[in-house]
């Protein structure tokens, strides 16, 4: 039985503005990092090496490489099944 999926929450105007950006220039890259974090935001292997744990200041949060240059940072809420989306863009 599949499980039920997540939520994908943009939490600043920046992010929200440049996944629409993402959305335009790299659609079907967005369309694969969109269909991870709704359904597998935590799987390192379903990741195939595209998610790590950031530590130091930004412990506790993901990053998932949409591509070799863009990136989107996220923290998950397993109860509530949201992922909410810190920074999306080029390598900060």
Not at 3 to 27: T, V
Not at 53 to 82: N, P, S
Request: proline content about 4%; glycine content about 6%; charged content about 40%.
């Amino acid at each position: 039985m599949r499980s039920e999926r997540y939520q994908i929450r943009l939490r600043n105007s920046p992010a929200r503005k440049n996944w629409e950006q993402l959305e335009h220039d790299i659609p079907e890259a967005m369309e694969r990092c969109k269909a991870f974090l709704r359904e597998t935001p935590g799987d390192r292997l379903k990741a195939r090496g595209k998610l790590k744990k950031l530590r130091g200041k930004l412990k506790g949060i993901l990053q998932y490489d949409i591509t070799d240059e863009a990136r989107v940072h996220y923290r998950i809420d397993q109860k509530a099944r949201v992922v909410y989306v810190e920074y999306v863009g080029h390598h900060p």
